[in-house]
């Protein structure tokens, strides 16, 4: 069974830093380019970043550019997103998600809260 | 970056209607686009991918057609399973971006 499992949100203060990690289990990981999504309370999705398979591309949305790095541990099969300085308007919940061709795999996603 | 245009923004809809959704992208984007649908506090779900074909376990009454700047969903005939937030992905270019959204309620 496919399962990506997403953790490290949290309540946070406005300036401060943040890891999520995303755990995958069920497919080849390295095989699949990941990314994350985000979707503020009562709003819409919002792509946010991605990272090849081998981990050796990466690119942002604009508004997270210089202040998000996402990462990938392929021997731990884990997809990890740095945060650093959060503003009120990350507040979201932050979905991983795998493509790979015809596939398409989503985590329940993980809230995070930035307080000013 | 590609702005994609999704209308309408909401509908209502009885079962067994037929529902279309449109996204519009300010490039042409070839066939890269998906349709996903979202239930309330629950992830995304593809229904489509590359523009028409159908994810693995979608029902058939999902349909996707277009290519270049405009793009259709349709629901053959509604059911009340249906009743969501559908979204487009462009997958042609980064950033990748999502349309607005088309919330699909029950009339």
């Known amino acids: 069974e496919v399962q990506l499992v997403e953790s490290g949100g949290g309540l946070v203060q406005s300036g401060e830093s943040l890891r999520l990690s995303c755990a995958a289990s069920g497919f080849t990981f390295s095989s699949y380019a990941m990314s994350w999504v985000r979707q503020a309370p009562g709003k819409g999705l919002e792509w946010v970043s991605v990272v090849s398979g081998n981990g050796g591309s990466t690119y942002y949305a604009d508004p997270v550019k210089g202040r998000f790095s996402i990462f990938r541990d392929n021997s731990k099969n884990t997809l990890y997103l740095q945060m650093n300085s959060l503003r009120a308007e990350d507040t979201a919940v932050y979905y991983c998600?795998?493509?790979?061709?015809?596939?398409?795999?989503w985590g329940q996603g993980t809230l995070v809260t930035v307080s000013s | 970056d590609i702005q994609m245009t999704q209308s309408p923004s909401s509908l209502s809809a009885s079962v067994g209607d037929r529902v279309t959704i449109t996204c519009r992208a300010s490039q042409g984007i070839r066939n890269d686009l998906g349709w996903y649908q979202q239930k309330p506090g629950k992830a995304p779900k593809r229904l489509i991918y590359a523009a028409s074909s159908l994810q693995s376990g979608v029902p058939s009454r999902f349909s996707g057609s277009g290519s270049g700047t405009e793009f259709t969903l349709t629901i053959s005939s509604l059911q009340p399973e249906d009743f969501a937030t559908y979204y487009c992905l462009q997958q042609n270019s980064y950033p990748r971006t999502f349309g607005q959204g088309t919330k699909v309620e029950i009339k």
């Open positions: 998600t795998g493509d790979s061709g015809g596939k398409d795999y």
